[in-house]
């Protein structure tokens, strides 16, 4: 066990202590204090449990960058689980940010950029844990960094085992430390999976309901992400991820919507619509445009098929007759 105390310091020098020496004892950082301070009073209390390091950690209103030249200079490859116990941090990585409070926890990899930000006094339990534990739960762990588990269902797990392991004596045998490292690591897998599974249930929620909007505005032909996501409340990237999870982009799905409805029209032997109106009726913008588009997915001329289905009429007529 090993405690770092800043309090232990001159208040002149406290923050320069926490920059200095305990923002580098885990993994680099570079923390700046929100606001000018005399005095930094932090604390930080370490316990290494086999292949894990955990730590407790309580300090004063900053923001913690640990940015492209941190990175460079990190030792390892790591992801830290913060369980937040008092204060609020706001996390952010890969273009994700989230709130954190207390009794929930977010994960950050230290082989990217990440920061936090705590606009109060804080503390929370963070452990760090090598990515070769992680095992095939890695990627999907990596996928979700800088999002917020609330303390219920999977997460709730999580938080548990992390609170019930601080106590642990980590110099206990081999086989009885991987039991215990197996079951953090099972808990965050089931965490990632149940908010993966989330995800994916949301998007197809949405992937449905951009169907259904594409559907009613196939006629307009300025029919778009930006339309469409403004209607629904949502923003263009996330229309698009919902629509790209079904296997195809926004706009190969109008195009191939526009065109399946123009061949059915085209097949209606009794419509005496022009294939110019029909190509207006599905949102192009001319005759020739729709040809080739029509030509290119189906292979077949609109005429070729407005022709066929006539011809088919008509022998069905005389064998009628």
């Known amino acids: 066990m090993a405690v770092w105390d800043v ?3 001159p208040a002149r020098e406290q923050f320069g202590y926490w920059r200095e020496v305990i923002c580098e004892a885990f993994v680099p950082l570079a923390p ?25 950690i309580a300090s004063q209103p900053q923001r913690t960058s640990h940015g492209v030249r941190e990175v460079a200079r990190t030792d390892g490859a790591y992801v830290f689980l913060n369980l937040q116990t008092a204060g609020t941090c706001a996390a952010e990585q890969r273009g994700r940010r989230s709130l ?43 996928r979700q960094t800088a999002t917020c588990w609330p303390g219920e269902g999977a997460g709730a797990v999580v938080a548990a085992v992390m609170s019930s392991m601080w106590d642990l004596d980590g110099s206990a045998r081999t086989a009885v430390t991987s039991d215990v490292e197996h079951a953090l690591v099972a808990a965050l897998s089931a965490a990632t999976a149940e908010r993966a599974a989330v995800a994916v249930d949301r998007r197809g929620a949405l992937r449905a309901e951009v169907q259904r909007q594409v ?7 300025t029919l778009s992400v930006g339309s469409i996501s403004r209607r629904l409340g949502v923003s263009p990237r996330t229309l698009h991820a919902a629509v790209s999870a079904g296997g195809e982009t926004f706009a190969a799905m109008v195009r191939r919507r526009r065109l399946e409805r123009a061949a059915a029209l085209l097949a209606d032997a009794g419509s005496r619509a022009t294939i110019t109106a029909i190509a207006a009726s599905v949102g192009f913008d001319g005759p020739a445009s ?25 022998g069905q007529t005389m064998r009628t007759e």
């Open 290 to 314: 729709f040809s080739r588009a029509f030509r290119r997915e189906f292979g077949r001329a609109p005429t070729d098929v407005r022709r066929a289905a006539r011809d088919a009429r008509h």
């Open 32 to 56: 700046a204090p929100l606001r000018p301070v005399e005095g930094f009073l932090s604390r930080v209390e370490t316990r290494p449990y086999s292949r894990i390091v955990r730590a407790r």
């Open 7 to 9: 309090a232990v310091r």
């Open 100 to 142: 954190v409070r207390p009794g929930q926890f977010t994960i950050v990899d230290t082989t990217e950029p990440y920061h936090f930000e705590f606009d109060g006094p804080w503390r929370m339990v963070s452990y760090r844990l090598p990515h070769e534990i992680l095992g095939g739960c890695l990627d999907a762990v990596r």
């Open 215 to 221: 559907e009613q505005g196939l006629s307009d032909p």
